[in-house]
């Protein structure tokens, strides 16, 4: 066993620890599943969002949601594959109500000031956006679950109510289709696209 799979599990033990001291009635114990999840779901929210503020109070929603329902939740999936679900249907029924038809990063602005040091992870950043803005609503979810979070296949299919063969094909011409991009070749951002389950 690695040293990652053992810190891996240290923490989910911890989570369901904290999880039935809520679900016991201790409210108090759930700031810590804020504090732990909190700026992932907060980039999650962002990215497909695609504001700030709006994935500030997204956030925030989620983990009144999450408070309201923790009662109902079970260890079918993991703490955090069911904490992104909400999260997921959330972000869903926002998009909807605003009616975008999904055209995400129209108000992306770039910073104003940046030194020479960070012009690369700048350059780096915006590409990921023009890349972004490129994707369906379905292969953000699931270039963000897979690559970033790194939830496998069963879990990203648990979240966006998919099959896991579903999700597995819809990856895999994703990662074609991110490939194909001729901007940067495909060597910068191809370590980010996982393979295997």
Do not use: P
Not at 53 to 66: L, M, N, P, S, V
Not at 100 to 126: I, L, N, P, V
Request: proline share 0%.
């Amino acid at each position: 066993m690695t040293a990652s799979n053992t810190s891996k599990e240290k923490v989910d033990l911890a989570i369901k620890t904290i999880v039935e001291q809520v679900q016991s009635g201790d409210v108090h114990a759930y700031t810590e599943i804020i504090r732990s999840f909190q700026k992932q779901i907060y980039i999650y929210c962002y990215y497909l969002l695609g504001n700030k503020e709006e994935a500030e109070d997204a956030a925030q929603d989620i983990f009144i949601k999450g408070l309201e329902n923790i009662r109902n939740f079970s260890y079918t999936v993991s703490f955090s594959a069911w904490l992104y679900k909400i999260a997921h249907h959330h972000c869903i029924d926002l998009l909807k109500m605003k009616n975008k038809g999904y055209k995400f990063w129209t108000s992306f602005k770039k910073e104003q000031a940046y030194d020479q040091s960070h012009r690369q992870a700048y350059e780096y950043d915006d590409f990921i956006h023009e890349l972004l803005e490129k994707l369906n609503v379905d292969e953000r979810r699931i270039l963000l679950l897979r690559s970033i979070e790194e939830y496998s296949f069963d879990e990203i299919a648990s979240i966006m109510e998919l099959k896991s063969t579903t999700v597995r094909k819809k990856y895999e011409r994703l990662r074609k289709k991110l490939l194909k991009e001729k901007k940067l070749g495909g060597e910068i951002y191809e370590h980010s696209l996982k393979t295997g389950g």
